[in-house]
């Protein structure tokens, strides 16, 4: 087993329900690829960090705080769409859950420049 399945596995196992957590993890992987969205393997670490958590919030029904959307202006309307999209795998997450998600995809678009 690589380091990097077992960081995963780590991350995961703290979601509360890994087996939720594989299947969105699975889901976003496809999802993303759809996409030709690239991420490095830190930012595929942090994802699955921030996707292990949104499990976890979902699973124990624990709201974030709320955001102030206006710091998102900057993000493209198409990498919310695609934390949106992600987000619905789950039930009981705050709307703004998808701001907070789409950075991970405003990153990734940055190894292509």
């Known amino acids: 087993m690589n380091t990097q399945n077992s960081k995963e596995q780590e991350i995961i196992s703290k979601s509360g329900n890994p087996d939720l ?3 969105v993890l699975s889901y976003s ?3 993303l690829e759809s996409k030709k969205v ?17 499990v976890y919030r979902s699973t124990n029904e624990e709201p974030i705080q709320s955001v102030e959307k206006e710091i998102f202006n900057e993000v493209s309307s198409e990498s919310i769409e695609m934390a949106s999209e992600i987000c619905k795998q789950l039930s009981n997450l705050h709307e703004d859950e998808k ?11 940055l190894n292509e420049e």
């Open 21 to 23: 957590c594989i299947d």
């Open 29 to 31: 992987k496809d999802f």
């Open 38 to 54: 690239l991420m490095t393997v830190p930012q595929w670490l942090s994802f699955v960090s921030h996707i292990s958590g949104m």
């Open 99 to 109: 701001y907070l998600l789409s950075i991970h995809f405003e990153a990734a678009k």
